[in-house]
């Protein structure tokens, strides 16, 4: 049974910073692209950050240099480092693990950037 849970959100002022973490069981961590989306009420969801199963990183241009996306082989888990937060980045934030055809989602966890 796949299984992906993400924990680390929560409620963060703007120009804070939270991790999120995401860990895996169930499959062959160490061959699985692992990526970070997330979705606000009303608009689609969106890829904020991947990270390849050789370690390489990409964002778009909205996070980058904000974010920084990092995994654990021997955890079996990736992490999303968030930092100089924004309203704009409130949503429920999922991890997704990839492999050509198909893939793996977790349940969510939700960011709310207020003062």
């Known amino acids: 049974q796949v299984q992906l849970v993400e924990s680390g959100g929560g409620l963060v002022q703007p120009g804070g910073s939270l991790r999120l973490s995401c860990a895996a069981s169930g499959i062959i961590f160490n061959i699985y692209g692992m990526h970070w989306y997330r979705q606000a009420p009303g608009k689609e969801r969106e890829l904020v950050a991947s990270i390849t199963n050789g370690g390489t990183t990409n964002y778009p241009d909205s996070v980058k240099g904000r974010f920084t996306i990092s995994r654990d082989n021997a955890k079996k888990t990736v992490y999303l480092q968030m930092n100089s937060l924004k309203p704009d980045d409130t949503a429920v934030y999922y991890c997704?693990?990839?492999?050509?055809?198909?893939?793996?989602w977790g349940q969510g966890t939700q960011v709310t950037v207020s003062s």
């Open positions: 997704h693990a990839r492999l050509t055809g198909g893939g793996y």
